[in-house]
């Protein structure tokens, strides 16, 4: 096994962090002049076009998400509202305590590490300023590859980028997306992230996976010791 392929949200970022969605969603709506509620409703329903590139980068989603709520934004509400998202992004992509620790420990251990996440334009576009992208070899965004999670392609994409074969490959997450039994098809050796210690995120995850793999952690902690680093 020579390469870990991981989930961003839940996974590397921190899982309380998904708890202030909302309230950035909140602030976004404010700026644009439009009702937290139905912003976030909006939001959550253009979710799979938002993650697979549909709306263009973040700027052209916010202006579509706010023509969707019934509201044409000036321009000067749709510049502050960007500002006021692109914050929140930051806020909800925090790393979770111990990712930067074990990924460096990864690192020194000789894996190549991946990324494979369902993501909209956020993430991508800030991906370079972000802790983690010196530490990722090859991270494949869904935005940019205009698919989500299970589907085959994306595997195989992030498994040629590390050029390593499917079945050399870790895959981590915490279960959304039906991820594993995407992993799992694709030949890799999938490692739920239960988040245990975070019971009150859970409900967020969408698209859950029927799939339990029978490697499953708490939290990125005992990675190094299940592939064989205590």
């Known amino acids: 096994m020579r390469a870990i392929i991981f989930d961003f949200f839940g996974t590397l970022s921190d899982p309380s962090a998904e708890a202030d969605r909302l309230g950035t969603f909140a ?25 697979t590139g549909v709306y263009g980068g973040t700027r052209d989603t916010l202006l579509a998400m706010a023509r969707a709520c019934g509201v044409e934004p000036a321009p000067e509400r749709l510049a502050a509202a960007l500002r006021s998202h692109r914050a929140g992004a930051e806020i909800v992509r925090r790393p979770r305590p111990e990712a930067l620790g074990v990924l460096d420990r990864l690192r020194g251990h000789g894996y190549v590490l991946g990324l494979l996440s369902d993501c909209s ?12 992208a010196p530490r990722i070899d090859a991270p494949v965004f869904s935005w940019r590859e205009g698919r989500l999670k299970p589907d085959p392609r994306l595997y195989a994409t992030v498994a040629d980028r590390l050029g390593v074969p499917p079945g050399e490959c870790w895959f981590v997450g915490d279960g959304g997306g039906r991820e594993h039994d995407g992993a799992r098809r ?42 064989g680093h205590a």
Do not use: K, Q
Request: hydrophobic share 40%; aromatic share 8%; with cysteine.
């Open 27 to 51: 602030v976004t709506a404010a700026a644009l002049g439009v009702p937290a509620d139905r912003f976030s409703a909006v939001m959550a329903e253009h979710f799979p076009r938002r993650a």
């Open 121 to 132: 334009s956020e993430l991508c576009e800030a991906w370079p300023e972000t802790p983690y």
């Open 186 to 227: 694709a030949g890799m050796r999938p490692v739920l992230i239960t988040n245990d210690a975070y019971p009150e995120v859970r409900h967020l995850r969408t698209n859950p996976d029927s799939y339990l793999p029978p490697d499953r952690l708490p939290d990125l902690t005992g990675l190094p010791a299940l592939l």
